[in-house]
């Protein structure tokens, strides 16, 4: 599967941003998704899972109840509405996939990634 995730941009502190990650080649069905964000120098962090059928979602503490992660398997496209942002937020974000069916927070774990977009949020 191929997956090109869009939507980056900069914002004010406070506002928002909807991020997309379109897959081609395999059905999107087939795996569970993942969003992280990597800042320079740092590790790629965990953001927010979605499971195949979209009924389990997990995130990260620091996210939790500003973003929501969701899919359109119709569409092979999932999405990160990222709301009440805050310059800590500032990273690059990369949508990933796995094949099994667990909502894992590990980058390791998903095996296909797409290039990362820009998100900028300043205070």
């Known amino acids: 599967v191929q997956l090109q995730a869009c939507g980056g941009g900069l914002v004010q502190a406070g506002g928002s941003l909807r991020l997309s990650c379109a897959a081609s080649?395999?059905?999107?069905?087939?795996?569970?998704m993942g969003w992280f964000r990597q800042e320079p120098g740092k590790e790629r962090e965990f953001v927010a899972a979605i499971t195949r059928s979209g009924v389990t979602t997990r995130y990260a503490d620091s996210v939790k109840g500003r973003f929501t992660v969701s899919r359109d398997s119709a569409k092979n496209t999932g999405y990160l509405q990222m709301n009440s942002l805050k310059p800590e937020d500032t990273a690059v974000y990369y949508c990933?996939?796995?094949?099994?069916?667990?909502?894992?927070?590990?980058?390791?774990?998903?095996?296909?990634w797409g290039l990362g977009t820009q998100v900028t949020v300043s205070s």
């Open positions: 080649g395999r059905a999107f069905s087939s795996y569970t």
């Open positions: 990933a996939v796995k094949t099994s069916a667990y909502a894992s927070t590990m980058y390791s774990d998903y095996g296909s």
